[in-house]
Structures are given as structure tokens and as C-alpha cells.
């Protein structure tokens, strides 16, 4: 069965800190990989995904992705963070359609 | 337009009673589904509706779990003789393109369910 495993449970960086989450996963085959973000008082919404093409993945607000297989792993990316990225982030996969897998979430928190 | 709305935004109970939680997807959207998230987990699919084909239960935890969608619109999940374990967040969200794990998903803000 696949699983995600996001290995930071809370992170704390200082404005303009050069960000990277961990999220790997356990699945052999074909897979969709998500970021998802929750900001503060906020729904959940799509940071960036991966379906093929290019394992780097560009998402709003100047995040990015690398999907690399060879290591099962799917990091978030940020040169520069801000401290309106405060918010909680959730790694997704799926394979051979089956349902969404979320891992259990980074709480990054931006000290001003 | 308006997102996915859910009812009510916070619900407390008591052990052993019945709760309904309501979900208004975005209009137009043919797949909705289920989540749980309970304290330091990811989110668990629960159930999965499509058009108005039968829905996909595989997550529903035990059988004091299920979910109904009238008209294609607004789904229910209804937790029967609720237990502390029950206690989560509920989110719903809709796909307009459907499938058990669609490209893109949109979320409503959660019931956060506490049963004492």
C-alpha cells in the first residue's frame, strides 16, 4: 500500500531562510505527487503537482518541487521565504488511481 | 464563485450520539469526497461520490460510518453512536474532473468534530 512520510513535523526559519520540506513515499509504480497549504484560518488549497514531464515543478508564490524517483522523494522547495508563508503543508500521492495518500503535515512557521 | 461550503464549522457531542455534517460543493463539480484529519495525521479518505454512480465507502472506518449525496449537490456524512476517536476534522472537497484522486481539488473549511 502507498504511504507519505513528511519527516519534519514543525519547522521554524527566519524571513528570507531558504526553505525545503521533506516528503517521501512508498509505492514502486506510476505516481501523482500534490502539495497542498493550509494557511492560517484558510482551506486547503494546491500549491503544485506532478503528473510527468519535467520533475522539477514550478507552484505559486514561488515554490517549486523536485520529483526525484530514484529516491521515492517529492521535496518542496523555496529560495527565499516570507513570513505570510506561515501556514501548514501537506505532501500527496496517488497511484494507479487509487485515493489520495496525504502525508502528516509540516507546520512551517516565518519569525518576521 | 463561491467554494466548497461545509456545516457546521465546529460540533461537539457526546459519546454514543448521532452527528450529521453537511457539504455544499462547488456548482458544477461532479466528484466530491471525504476526508478525516485527526490531531498530527494526514488526511484519511473516507468516500469518494461521482456523478451519480454508487459511491466508493472503501475509506469509511467502520460501518457507524455513511455518507449520501442527493441530486448530485450536497452530501451528508452522518456518524452514528459517535466515540471519542470520531473526534477530527472533516473536510470535503470537490473535482470538476472527478476520478479517485482528481488533478485538482478544491477543499471547504472542515467541521472540527470533538466528541467528549
Known amino acids: 500500500a502507498q504511504s507519505v512520510s513528511q519527516h519534519n513535523h514543525h519547522v521554524i526559519l527566519s524571513e528570507a531562510a531558504s526553505l525545503e520540506l521533506g516528503c517521501n513515499y512508498s509505492?514502486?509504480?506510476?505516481?501523482?505527487l500534490f502539495w497542498y497549504v493550509q494557511y492560517p484560518g484558510q482551506h486547503l488549497q494546491l500549491l503544485l503537482k506532478?503528473?510527468?514531464?519535467?520533475?522539477l515543478v514550478k507552484g505559486i508564490k514561488g515554490f517549486e518541487a523536485e520529483f526525484i524517483k530514484s529516491k521515492f522523494s517529492f521535496n518542496l522547495r523555496k529560495p527565499s521565504v516570507q513570513w505570510s508563508d506561515t501556514a501548514e503543508y501537506f505532501c500527496a500521492v496517488n497511484a494507479d488511481n487509487n485515493d489520495m495518500r496525504f502525508g502528516a503535515g509540516t507546520r512551517l512557521t516565518v519569525k518576521p | 464563485g463561491a467554494g466548497v461550503s461545509q456545516s457546521p464549522s465546529n460540533k461537539v457531542t457526546e459519546k454514543g450520539k448521532d452527528v450529521e455534517l453537511r457539504c455544499d460543493p462547488i456548482s458544477g463539480h461532479t466528484a466530491l469526497y471525504w476526508y478525516r484529519q485527526s490531531l498530527g495525521q494526514g488526511l484519511e479518505f473516507l468516500i469518494y461520490f461521482q456523478g451519480n454512480s454508487a459511491p466508493d465507502k472503501s475509506g469509511l472506518p467502520s460501518d457507524r460510518f455513511s455518507a449520501e449525496r442527493t441530486g448530485g449537490s450536497v452530501s451528508t456524512l452522518t456518524i452514528q453512536r459517535t466515540q471519542q476517536e470520531d473526534s477530527a476534522v472533516y473536510l470535503c472537497a470537490s473535482s470538476p474532473t472527478g476520478g479517485r484522486a482528481p488533478s485538482t481539488q478544491y477543499f471547504g473549511p472542515g467541521t472540527r468534530l470533538t466528541v467528549l
Open positions: 506532478y503528473f510527468s514531464g519535467d520533475p
Open positions: 509505492y514502486g509504480g506510476t505516481v501523482n
